[in-house]
């Protein structure tokens, strides 16, 4: 069972930039799905962007073009870049995984603030 534990989330003023990391346990890490959610208060939660094991990328319009997801197999980690950061982008930043053929998002981390304020 893959296990997933997030870090760089924290505060950031307008216009600055954060790189979210996504540490996952499990040797079976590379054939996973991986994505970025990500939830506001009093808001649902938003898929924010995803990446295939193969390294095909997908992003939510909201951050598109500002924010760049990748991966490293060898460290059992995902990467979430974001650039060009806005009060909107504020939020708990959650990592998941999704097994191959599973139709759903059955591993989740505990999350990562991000606030984003002058």
């Known amino acids: 069972q893959v296990q997933l534990v997030e870090s760089g989330g924290g505060l950031v003023q307008p216009g600055g930039s954060l790189r979210l990391s996504c540490a996952a346990s499990g040797s079976i890490f590379d054939i996973y799905t991986m994505g970025w959610y990500r939830q506001a208060p009093g808001k649902q939660r938003e898929l924010v962007a995803t990446?295939?094991?193969?390294?095909?990328?997908n992003y939510a319009d909201s951050v598109k073009g500002r924010s760049t997801i990748s991966r490293d197999n060898a460290k059992n980690t995902v990467y979430l870049q974001m650039n060009s950061l806005e009060v909107e982008d504020t939020a708990v930043y959650l990592c998941s995984a999704k097994p191959p053929l599973a139709s759903s998002w059955a591993i989740w981390g505990q999350g990562t603030q991000v606030t984003v304020s002058s």
């Open positions: 990446i295939t094991r193969g390294g095909r990328t």
